[in-house]
């Protein structure tokens, strides 16, 4: 599998868990996702976007990276822009780091309809802040590998029919779930968490790494 990581301009934190996700990918930066580069002790094969967000005091091995430059006035973020090319560089396993918060709040909603249509294309997609994941969910069934105990949600973006918890606090078996309904908020991992839905499309949000404040 080809895996990229693009760094995105949100909030990110680094945690070996991260560390592990990201680690032998190649890198894309998008735009103001550069200034995560050194945290993290990457070094992208090449930087994208308009060039409106550059932090400042870049090192010399971060600002020497390629760059893909677009106009400010264009018709796709700069985080998809570097999905793109990352596509095209043949990926087919994304980590969108830093895809949650930031000053931008439609971008963040952005990326998680963005990592929906991946998903159904067949790319496989996580969005991660360090401290919280989203993982698209999907017609299937699914497994996943957090720790007892983690905090988890299953936001859903249409409504729901057959979707089935298991390894939860809170089990749920083939229930129908109303687009808006805030019946799968806050649960909690209990055991092997696996996650089957019938029809629908929702995204899986945990909290593997809680931040002292939340």
């Given at each position: 599998m080809g895996t990229f990581t693009i760094l995105l301009g949100g909030d990110l934190v680094r945690t070996p868990r991260l560390d592990r996700q990201i680690e032998g990918s190649r890198v894309i930066a998008a735009d103001a996702g550069i200034g995560h580069a050194?945290?993290?002790?990457?070094?992208?094969?090449l930087w994208v976007g308009d060039f409106d967000s550059v932090p400042a005091n870049l090192p010399d091995?971060?600002?020497a990276v390629p760059r893909k430059i677009f106009p400010a006035e264009k018709d796709m973020t700069d985080g998809e822009l570097a999905v793109a090319e990352a596509l095209a560089r043949g990926a087919t396993s994304l980590v969108l780091a830093g895809a949650f918060g930031g000053k931008r709040a439609d971008h963040a909603f952005l990326h998680q309809a963005l990592s929906l249509r991946l998903a159904e294309a067949g790319t496989t997609v996580l969005l991660t802040s360090g401290a919280q994941e989203g993982v698209p969910i999907l017609p299937g069934r699914a497994k996943f590998d957090y720790a007892d105990g983690t905090l988890f949600s299953v936001l859903g973006l249409s409504e729901?029919?057959?979707?089935?918890?298991?390894?939860?606090?809170?089990?749920?078996?083939?229930?129908?779930?109303?687009?808006g309904s805030s019946l799968t908020i806050s649960n909690e991992?209990?055991?092997?968490?696996?996650?089957?839905?019938?029809?629908?499309?929702?995204?899986?949000l945990a909290h593997p790494y809680p931040l002292p404040e939340s």
């Open positions: 050194r945290m993290l002790g990457l070094v992208p094969e091995d971060l600002a729901l029919a057959g979707l089935t918890v298991t390894g939860a606090k809170w089990p749920l078996d083939r229930v129908e779930v109303a687009f991992v209990k055991g092997r968490l696996g996650i089957a839905l019938e029809r629908g499309r929702a995204l899986l």
